[in-house]
């Protein structure tokens, strides 16, 4: 019955048979695992009621692990079946996009730089930051799949930057990045030193450049044939080479240098100049004839070939008559007048 019915009436029973009754506990409250549930009994003669508890029942848990996202942390989820009580334990940190490391210049230029750096593994990308001394601050200067390379340019010559790289991963729309990062300090170099002229001598060449902006001086580089040799350290733009050999070929080379915070820079690139020393004198020997003048010459060591000029007067202007090759050492000049007096010269 329910708990409003106090009374039950039991019959078909037999007259002088004796029989035993009595009222069973009754719950009022089911018990739980986290509270004792109650019971009561009542007297069938007195109608007295006593109530008792009832033991909280156990919790029966079945667990659940969680784990770990780029956004929220791991656990292991512990859940009752008898109540749906539950808690978390054993947490684990989220997940974290490996450290870029490994980062470096590749190259650097007097408007650039190529940095590199190792992959991290299951990054989207990479964003590239230049510290702004300014503002005091890093600033973002690209983001991208890059292939664990990057190179900045728009830079200027001579001047200190500094650089780092984070891997990214996004994440329900959430950027997600390295936790922390290493930097890499870079200095650009000189521009190139460009404009190089020169004058010879049979024994010397001036070479003159133009001048390079934030440049200290400039060392002057000869060709030997195998490699560079630096030959002089200048502060003017201009350097005069001697001791040459003359109707000789030479290779020269001039880079600028400069002092950022102590370091030595020089320019990044640099041309090769080829020129030569003047040809020595011709020797040569001139003979008259009946109309006519020969010149013969000995060979000039260099020489690409051999200019003869004459003129009809001590104070005229010399005349071209022959450009011959470097094997050829004489030639004849006819149609002279018999008894007039010419002159000739050999140049080459």
């Known amino acids: 019955v329910n708990n409003k019915t106090t009374s039950y009436t039991k019959t078909g029973l037999k007259n002088g048979k004796t029989y035993w009754f009595t009222v069973k506990a009754e719950i009022i409250k089911d018990a739980t695992c986290s509270e004792a549930g109650k019971k009561q009994y009542k007297c069938i003669y007195c109608k007295h009621i006593k109530t008792a508890d009832i033991p909280k029942l156990e919790h029966k848990y079945e667990t659940i692990v969680v784990k770990p996202t780029y956004l929220e942390q791991g656990y292991t989820n512990h859940i009752c079946s008898v109540c749906g009580y539950s808690y978390n334990s054993n947490y684990t940190s989220k997940l974290s996009l490996g450290n870029v490391s490994g980062l470096k210049a590749a190259s650097v230029t007097s408007n650039s730089v190529k940095l590199t750096w190792n992959k991290v593994t299951n990054a989207d990308g990479y964003i590239v930051y230049r510290y702004d001394s300014a503002k005091k601050k890093w600033v973002r200067v690209a983001k991208g799949k890059y292939n664990g390379t990057y190179t ?17 991963k996004t994440v329900s729309g959430k950027e997600i990045t390295s936790p922390s990062y290493s930097t890499l300090t870079i200095t650009t170099a000189l ?38 040799v630096k030959i002089a350290t200048v502060s003017a733009n201009k350097y005069n080479v001697s001791k040459l050999s003359a109707g000789t070929s030479y290779k020269f080379t001039v880079k600028a240098y400069g002092t950022v915070n102590k370091k030595t820079i020089t320019s990044d690139s640099y041309s090769t100049y080829q020129t030569s020393t003047i040809p020595a004198n011709v020797s040569f020997k001139l003979t008259a004839g009946d109309r006519k003048a020969t010149v013969k010459w000995s060979k000039v060591t260099g020489a690409s070939g051999y200019k003869i000029y004459y003129k009809t007067s001590s104070k005229g202007k010399w005349v071209g008559l022959k450009t011959v090759n470097n094997k050829t050492t004489s030639y004849t000049k006819t149609g002279l007048k018999n008894g007039k007096t010419y002159w000739f010269t050999v140049k080459a």
Request: charged residues 20%.
């Open 191 to 228: 521009t190139k030193v460009t404009n190089i002229k020169s004058t010879s001598t049979t024994k010397s060449v001036n070479l003159t450049w133009s001048k390079v902006a934030g440049a200290k001086g400039y060392y002057v580089y000869k060709h030997n044939g195998k490699t560079w």
């Open 152 to 168: 900045v340019s728009k830079l200027s010559a001579a001047k200190e930057y500094k650089y780092t790289v984070k891997a990214y």
